[in-house]
């Protein structure tokens, strides 16, 4: 079981230190040249319109957070950001006590009929080892374990978090700028990810 729980893919480009780290003055430029262009252009036409977020592209974005995030004595670090037809595939490592553990985690990103957000953790491996009903019940304790007040509900980081760890389906309406934007349809192809965006105007 230990070797299983250690157990590092081939084809992983993860050391037991994480990712190197950036210089803390770089900011990425597919954000700053391409994403975020994009997004306000969108939104200035009032009509619904495609976000594309290309794989190499949130990539570049990630490697820019401060890494690691810590909690307790571990160490989390988010190496790599894959989009699949059906999934959004992250990996990344764990430091408990100097010893790294692999992790890999499915996200399926799916709008119900009511075109609520449901981003549910189908797969959770630690090494070799399928942990997904583990991470399930440990996630739901913990997350029904913090008191959250109810003027941070609307938090759409707290929304995202509960969906995680909860399964709880959330309206995936946001505030940008000077305008509500609501999600309403999600699209995965290997290496690139669609997000269909209507401005609301009056909700």
């Known amino acids: 079981m230990f070797i299983l729980l250690l157990y590092k893919p081939a084809d992983s480009q993860i050391d037991n230190t994480g990712p190197a780290s950036r210089d803390q003055q770089y900011v990425s430029t597919y954000l700053t040249n391409e994403l975020l262009p994009g997004l306000y252009n969108g939104l200035q036409n009032n009509e619904p319109f495609d976000l594309l977020i290309t794989e190499q592209g949130i990539n570049d974005i990630i490697a820019d957070c401060n890494w690691p995030r810590r909690s307790d004595s571990?160490?989390?670090y988010l190496s790599e950001v894959r989009f699949?037809?059906?999934?959004?595939?992250l990996t990344g490592t764990a430091q408990?006590?100097?010893v790294a553990f692999h992790l890999t985690i499915l996200v399926e990103p799916k709008l119900d009929s009511k075109g609520f957000l449901q981003l549910q953790v189908t797969k959770f491996k630690v090494g070799a080892m399928n942990m997904t009903m583990l991470f399930?019940?440990?996630a739901k304790k913990r997350y029904q374990q913090y008191e959250i007040n109810e003027a941070d509900k609307d938090d759409w980081q707290i929304k995202v978090a509960a969906?995680?760890?909860n399964e709880e389906p959330f309206d995936?309406?946001?505030d940008i700028q000077d305008r509500r934007v609501r999600v309403r349809q999600i699209s995965m192809v290997p290496d690139?990810?669609?997000v269909r965006l209507v401005t609301?105007?009056?909700?």
């Not at 699949?84 to 595939?89: C, F, L, P, S």
């Open 192 to 194: 690139q990810l669609t």
């Open 96 to 98: 408990l006590k100097g």
């Open 74 to 76: 571990t160490e989390l």
């Open 172 to 174: 995936p309406l946001f």
């Open 136 to 138: 399930r019940i440990i």
């Open 200 to 203: 609301i105007q009056n909700d």
């Open 84 to 89: 699949t037809q059906d999934a959004v595939v």
């Open 163 to 165: 969906s995680l760890l």
